[in-house]
């Protein structure tokens, strides 16, 4: 009984071993792959980011917007005031 009762706990022993092996080799491999997303998500973010000069175009807009609203012939944008009462139902 004894060397029976070693066998079976050495192959079991064997067999946990086996099972973390291919849980880190999983594991591994799945890691590998999100750091290929991560790089292939952070090539995507370069590429369609805004240009600095669009912002800066963005930003100048707003200014003369807002200076054009808040009074009289204050913007070199032509401006109509006017007021929304009712939002859009359709």
Do not use: F, W
């Not at 009074?71 to 109509?80: A, H």
């Amino acid at each position: 009984m004894g060397k029976v009762t070693v066998t079976v706990a050495v192959i079991r022993g064997t067999a946990v071993c086996a099972a973390a092996a291919l849980v880190l080799r999983h594991r591994m491999q799945i890691s590998k792959q999100c750091v290929k997303s991560a790089d292939i998500l952070k090539e995507l973010e370069e590429k369609c980011a805004t240009p600095t000069s669009l912002r800066q175009i963005a930003d100048a807009m707003t200014v003369e917007t807002h200076a054009g609203l808040a009074s009289e012939g204050g913007s070199k944008l032509k401006m109509l005031l006017s007021y929304v009462d009712n939002l859009p139902t359709g």
